[in-house]
């Protein structure tokens, strides 16, 4: 079983490397937005504190319309509406003891010995509960916000302090992962200061706390833990159980393979209140089984092992959401992440499965073969499935069963069976998902917004791909929204205010979850963009309401084709068009840039006079770049009208129309004359060529380059004493006869 996989892993790597690094590059986005395009015309904002770091809790409260925020030595209150606005803060720092015991034990008293702010729940309509390292001693304290929305109250509740142990991690490098239910936090975090208990822990409420066997590495072996769900079973509470989600070393890996990491979900249930003789104040139904997520391959699977983040999306049905979750890979030969899509029903069958067990001389893996006790392990005490009211009446061969056989032998697969969307060399990593559910015209599809260590958000949508069962992840936009580039520790969103709230080390953002005027001002342009967000109106791309005429609303998120949807719209601006000047010998660059990055642009020549035009052949002296047509030692024959065209999902759109004047070098040398020897005319329309002067400088000989030329201010005349007299604007002193020769195009 694990070895078999495990052993797969490596020639899998190397095709991948081999076939993506090789011979592709990672997916563009369409649209690609720089920090300070977001902050300028995309609505981002920004939040810090002075000389605080961290920010790793986020917690959207919908009902206060408040984002409550755990960061170093504070927790903050912001406006969902506004973060930069109306925000409210407090200090919270680890007591002045705690600090030197923590900078006597050897730890850094300017970067560890703080109270970083690990987790926040709402806990009751009136307060939150927020739970920090405390200095290397972990403490939790009740936050009383209130329930007015007039006046956000933020007061630390200092009457109420809770031990953090088991609730929050000593070490701020480390991450914690908890769910309050009820007035119960379920927790996985390391519970002792060298980092190395790491359990799965029930405190707080009126129950006894529980956790996971202490130092058994079939339970946990050195896990990290990422999210943690309350999931329900039916419409029986005694069936509800607590899904967690993490990643450790695997005991049933082949030794010849190492420290070899996986991804685990683990369960246990909810009234789960331990055994009666063995496994006392222990989790009795604690299973775990491994998440696969792979790109299946002729020699062996190439697996992305090394699980970052789980976004659980609610359905019709609450007993089966979907599990989006993240992956990165472990691998020093490549680069890569990945999102995967789980079923819930596949998470609860892999449960039900055989457990695997581990026998014979060789110490192998298989699945267990032998007589499952009953009730099944793993089964909660429920009428649904029983007559056991409590853990406590379980026998003593099923807690037995239990300790020995906590894992399951089948593996859980992504639906499809392989990742929804992945990015390999792209010079990133995912650190954190999100998901928004969006109505659209043709159906109700999934967007994900991904944060990167590079702090960067992309937005990924989730499309059916043809007739097959599964989906394919189409990468939308790509969004800067920390100018640090300062890896994203967290994310929220809000669906009823439609913005995206993201966490870094050094900032909190907002942004909003559509940009639609940035998709262009056409309706192929709205329709190509397949966000579900946006829709043509008849005028403009703008947000998508599900309520509209269906005659105002033109999308199309499943195919991105304008071509129906668009005919006989009249509403595409008018061509640009621009003259260019070169000169014969030297360059022309002919920009042409397309709004979207997944389109490519193929441009037509036509000469005056030519009823047609003709394709422009790359060659040596026509080279394509990104950013438009290179055209090198230039000859009078190039003259004529250059069309950009956008080619995107097999739709043509033009964008530019380009008209080349290839002068001699004679007649650029004397246009630079002329212009020189004119007098000085009043304000009033710009001469065409004079965007061509502006290009030529003085000091050269030859002609080397022409660029596209925009329309720019006229330059101001010198002052009439000073050209009549032949002097310096600056100095008045005579201006040297060498520079007043003709101007060359040396720097074009």
């Not at 925020?69 to 973060?83: K, M, R, T």
């Not at 769910?179 to 996985?188: D, F, I, K, T």
């Not at 599964?470 to 809000?494: K, N, P, R």
């Amino acid at each position: 079983m694990g070895q078999a996989e495990a052993a797969a892993m490596i020639p899998g790597l190397v095709l991948l490397w081999i076939a993506v690094l090789g011979g592709a590059s990672p997916s563009p986005p369409r649209l690609r937005l720089s920090f300070q395009e977001l902050q300028q015309r995309h609505g981002l904002r920004t939040f810090r504190l002075a000389r605080t770091c961290c920010y790793e809790a986020l917690l959207v409260d919908e009902e206060r319309g408040r984002l409550f925020v755990g960061a170093e030595n504070h927790v903050a209150s912001l406006s969902l509406d506004n973060i930069s606005k109306r925000a409210k803060k407090l200090a919270w720092p680890a007591p002045v003891e705690w600090r030197e015991e923590c900078n006597w034990a050897g730890k850094d008293i300017g970067t560890e010995c703080m109270n970083f702010v690990k987790v926040l729940h709402a806990y009751n309509h009136t307060h939150l509960l927020a739970c920090g390292t405390g200095a290397f001693h972990p403490t939790c304290v009740y936050v009383e916000v209130g329930h007015r929305l007039e006046e956000p109250m933020l007061r630390l509740d200092l009457q109420k302090l809770e031990d953090g142990k088991g609730k929050s991690p000593y070490d701020p490098r480390h991450q914690a992962a908890s769910v309050l239910v009820g007035e119960e936090l379920y927790s996985g975090v390391a519970a002792d200061l060298m980092g190395r208990d790491f359990t799965i822990f029930r405190s707080l409420g009126q129950r006894p706390s529980l956790r996971t066997e202490p130092h058994d590495s079939r339970w946990l072996n050195e896990p990290k833990f990422v999210k943690v769900f309350w999931i329900p079973e039916s419409e029986n509470p005694d069936d509800d159980k607590i899904y967690f989600f993490f990643r450790e070393l695997a005991v049933e890996a082949a030794p010849a393979l190492g420290r070899l990491s996986v991804s685990r979900v683990g369960q246990i249930c909810r009234n789960d209140v331990g055994g009666q003789r063995s496994l006392v104040n222990k989790w009795t139904t604690f299973l775990k089984a491994r998440l696969v997520c792979s790109v299946p391959g002729m020699e062996g699977d190439t697996h992305f092992n090394q699980l970052q983040d789980v976004f659980l999306l609610s359905s019709r049905d609450r007993w089966t959401p979907l599990l989006y979750a993240i992956f990165s890979t472990s691998s020093g030969i490549f680069r890569g992440s990945a999102v995967c899509v789980y079923s819930m029903n596949d998470v609860r069958r892999a449960f039900l499965g055989p457990f695997a067990h581990k026998e014979g001389p060789m110490h192998q893996w298989v699945s267990y073969q032998g007589r499952v006790p009953y009730p099944r392990p793993g089964m909660c005490p429920s009428k649904t499935f029983g007559t056991f009211s409590s853990t406590k009446d379980f026998p003593d061969d099923v807690i037995q069963f239990a300790r020995n056989h906590p894992l399951m032998y089948n593996s859980i697969l992504p639906v499809g069976g392989r990742p929804l969307f992945l990015q390999v060399g792209a010079g990133y990593t995912f650190t954190q998902i999100a998901a928004d559910r969006v109505a659209a015209a043709d159906g109700h599809y999934d967007v994900l917004f991904i944060g990167t260590d590079a702090g960067t958000v992309l937005k990924v949508i989730s499309v059916p791909k043809g007739s097959q069962p599964h989906a394919e992840g189409l990468l939308l936009e790509e969004l800067h929204v920390f100018e640090d580039s300062a890896a994203v520790t967290s994310m929220q969103i809000s669906s009823k205010r439609h913005q995206l709230y993201v966490a870094s080390r050094s900032a909190v953002a907002q942004i909003p979850l559509h940009r639609c005027a940035a998709h262009g001002r056409a309706c192929a342009e709205c329709c190509l963009a397949r966000d579900p967000y946006c829709a043509w109106d008849g005028a403009t791309c703008t947000r998508f309401q599900p309520s509209a005429k269906r005659r105002f609303r033109r999308q199309d998120i499943k195919n991105g084709d304008p071509r129906t949807l668009c005919s006989g719209d009249s509403s595409h601006p008018a061509l640009l068009e621009r003259k260019v000047l070169g000169v014969e010998g030297g360059s022309a660059f002919l920009e042409c840039e397309p709004r979207s990055l997944q389109a490519h642009v193929e441009w037509t020549f036509q000469r005056a006079g030519e009823a047609a035009g003709t394709p422009v052949l790359a060659e040596e002296r026509a080279e394509r770049t990104t950013r438009g047509l290179l055209l090198r030692d230039l000859r009078r024959g190039d003259s004529g009208s250059y069309l950009c065209t956008a080619v995107e999902q097999g739709f043509s759109q033009p964008l530019r129309r380009l008209v080349l004047h290839v002068l001699s070098v004679v007649q650029a040398e004397r246009l630079a004359r002329t212009e020189e020897a004119a007098p000085v005319a009043p304000p009033g329309p710009k001469l065409w060529y004079r965007d061509f002067l502006q290009l030529v400088e003085p000091g050269g000989g030859g002609v080397s380059s022409l660029r596209m030329c925009r329309p720019q201010p006229a330059p101001r005349p010198p002052p009439p004493e000073s050209r009549r007299k032949g002097r310096n604007r600056r100095t008045h002193a005579p201006e040297p006869r060498a520079e007043r020769g003709p101007r060359s195009a040396a720097h074009w």
